[in-house]
Nanobody
Framework: QVQLVEYGGGLAQAGDSLRLSCAAS????????LGWFRQVPGKERECVAG????????RYLDSVKGRFTISRDNAKNTVYLQMNSLKPEDTAVYYC?????????????????WGQGTQVTVSS
């Protein structure tokens, strides 16, 4: 059973940076495609960024392109989300997700394992 634990959420002001980390245990991390999702109350969870097993395929939500960077360290079983130039609309609970699927996807239903989420709040 894979367990995912997110770290690094918190309060920030517009323009600030935060780095989220997600540590995985209980599985073969290098075999997972990984994603960062976020959700605000009353809205569907959306994929902010995804990274393939090898790290060669990366996708971002249009609204975070150029500001957020996803990366993975297979040696540390950790995936990161570097968030720069934060905006109030980035406020959400952020979740990391993992799945053993081969091809990268940003579809929530395709991911099997989920972290508990970490709150990111950006004030103006």
């Amino acid at each position: 059973q894979v367990q995912l634990v997110e770290y690094g959420g918190g309060l920030a002001q517009a323009g600030d940076s935060l780095r989220l980390s997600c540590a995985a245990s209980g599985g073969a991390f290098s075999r997972y495609r990984l994603g960062w999702f976020r959700q605000v109350p009353g809205k569907e969870r959306e994929c902010v960024a995804g990274i393939s097993r090898s790290g060669s395929d990366i996708r971002y939500l249009d609204s975070v392109k150029g500001r957020f960077t996803i990366s993975r360290d297979n040696a540390k079983n950790t995936v990161y989300l570097q968030m720069n130039s934060l905006k109030p609309e980035d406020t959400a609970v952020y979740y990391c997700a993992a799945d053993e699927g081969i091809w990268l996807t940003t579809t929530q239903a395709a991911y099997t394992y989920w972290g508990q989420g970490t709150q990111v709040t950006v004030s103006s």
